[in-house]
């Protein structure tokens, strides 16, 4: 008898997780990518890409954070090369890498 309510427990467990799990989820995502194809260059400054946890050289870059910047990481910009360079990852993988990065600039910023 008890048996018959299970998937319904279940279901409304995995309902309330789903926002929260798909979140960190992008971000672990991006961090994947991130450290594989991003970092060469905005780990250190390479070219003059502005590094990563130094919030002073992303400042006067655009405050419109989501559509340009992730616009600009995946087309191109001055010397940012288009999916930094890696032909092999999705629109995905760049944006959620670029949100990675400004998660690890902006912590007091929601990742949302
Ligand atoms: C070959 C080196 C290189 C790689 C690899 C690289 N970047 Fe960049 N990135 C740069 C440089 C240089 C700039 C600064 C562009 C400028 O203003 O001249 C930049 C700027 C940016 C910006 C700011 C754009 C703006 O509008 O100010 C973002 C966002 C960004 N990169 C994201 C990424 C992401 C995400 C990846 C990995 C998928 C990545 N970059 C990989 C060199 C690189």
Redesign the pocket.
């Known amino acids: 008898m008890t048996a018959t309510y299970y998937p319904a427990a279940i279901c409304t467990a995995l309902l309330a997780m789903a926002p929260i799990a798909s979140g960190s989820e992008r971000l672990d995502d991006g961090k994947r990518?991130?450290e594989r194809?991003?970092a060469?260059?905005?780990e250190t400054g390479?070219?003059?890409?502005?590094v990563v946890g130094k919030a002073g050289d992303?400042q006067r870059?655009?405050r419109l954070w989501d559509a340009?910047?992730?616009e600009?990481?995946e087309h191109g910009?001055?010397?940012?090369?288009a999916?930094?360079?890696?032909d092999y990852?999705t629109d995905y993988?760049?944006g959620a890498?670029?949100e990675y990065?400004?998660t690890l600039t902006h912590p007091e910023l929601p990742t949302d």
Do not use: F
């Open positions: 990518t991130y194809v991003c060469g260059c905005h390479v070219e003059g890409a502005p992303w870059r655009s340009v910047l992730l600009h990481a910009y001055l010397k940012m090369p999916h930094g360079n890696a990852i993988d760049v890498a670029a990065m400004l």
